[in-house]
């Protein structure tokens, strides 16, 4: 039996305000920044959110400043702000992030420590609201939040399934919010085995299965139970596996990198919307290459993020 559903995806995470440096340099000399936002949960959604997909987002602000202009930005992308909660005891999480015009990663510092998200937990994320969507989609940052996003996250997943909706699961490390590596692999193997789909980059999938090769990081999650593991190779492109098969996908090649954060962000936003849509692998994959390519030609996380009819032109051209 169809289930009926109000939203396409659920996600959730922390929202992070974000001054981003206007000029080139180390951060401490830097007098000059913009205002956005930050955070590769929502940077998801936002993609999702401008393909045409409904999508609900779930978080925690501080009552400040920081706040209502994440509140106010999220709505403007088009995403149900109706489960963002404003915590009046705790502050929203920042973050400072350097520009670089070589190409290169840039520096970013982190001011999150005890922030309104970091105290989310399950009653945030009720069944009634998972039972109304298609999909969940969650990454391996707020479970190294604390032990209430840890106990979300997993609550999150086990419910969605239940409920006969589809998981897709970034491990997208942070391994300075864990207490150890150990830890942190401990959690987000276990979690990563809840999910229809699993999407980690080849240094994380190294670093969580002790294996060095897309088919070896596959065999893994698939051995656990997962249906579809997508390895990130960078402008290589990406390695996709399930039970029956296994293939390479070329990347697209850019003329200019500008910012590489939210690369796996658009990746990921590709290849979940082309898989709700019914497309086959291959064509899922080059997707998420293709807006992973978008991602990196544009100066901050989610701003080259593509509309419908820019992906279009793109992939037809």
């Known amino acids: 039996m169809t289930r009926s559903t109000t939203f396409d995806v659920i996600a959730f995470g922390e929202t992070m305000a974000m001054m981003v440096a206007d000029d080139p340099g180390e951060l401490a000399e830097v007098t000059r920044f913009t205002k956005r936002i930050a955070g590769a949960d929502n940077n998801v959604a936002i993609g999702l959110a401008r393909l045409g997909l409904t999508v609900g987002w779930v978080s925690r602000v501080g009552d400040d400043s920081f706040g209502r202009f994440i509140r106010q930005t999220l709505a403007g992308e088009g995403l149900d702000v109706s489960r963002l909660s404003t915590d009046e005891r705790y502050p929203t999480g920042f973050q400072l992030k350097s520009r670089r015009d070589d190409g290169g990663d840039p520096a970013v510092e982190y001011f999150r420590r005890g922030s309104a998200a970091s105290h989310m937990g399950p009653e945030d994320v009720p069944e009634s609201l998972l039972s109304s969507a298609r999909h969940l989609h969650c990454t391996g940052i707020p479970p190294a939040l604390g032990e209430g996003p ?30 150890d590596r150990e830890t942190m692999r401990h959690h987000l193997n276990r979690l990563a085995s809840l999910a229809d789909v699993v999407l980690p980059g080849l240094s994380e999938g190294e670093i969580l299965t002790g294996e060095s090769t897309p088919q070896g990081v596959a065999e893994f999650y698939l051995s656990q139970g997962v249906r579809e593991v997508v390895i990130k190779l960078g402008p290589e492109g990406a390695w996709y596996q399930n039970d029956s098969t296994g293939f390479m996908v070329p990347g697209v090649k850019v003329d200019r990198v500008v910012d590489t954060v939210g690369a796996g962000d658009g990746f990921a936003t590709g290849f979940v919307s082309a898989w709700l849509e019914g497309l086959p692998a291959e064509q899922c994959v080059a997707r998420a290459n293709q807006i992973g390519a978008f991602a990196v030609q544009a100066s901050g996380d989610m701003e080259g993020l593509p509309t419908r009819d820019a992906l279009e032109r793109a992939m037809s051209s």
Do not use: Q, Y
């Open 150 to 179: 840890l106990a979300l996250s997993e609550h999150a997943m086990k419910t969605m399934r239940r409920v006969g909706g589809s998981v897709s699961f970034d491990p997208n490390l942070r391994p300075s919010l864990w207490k």
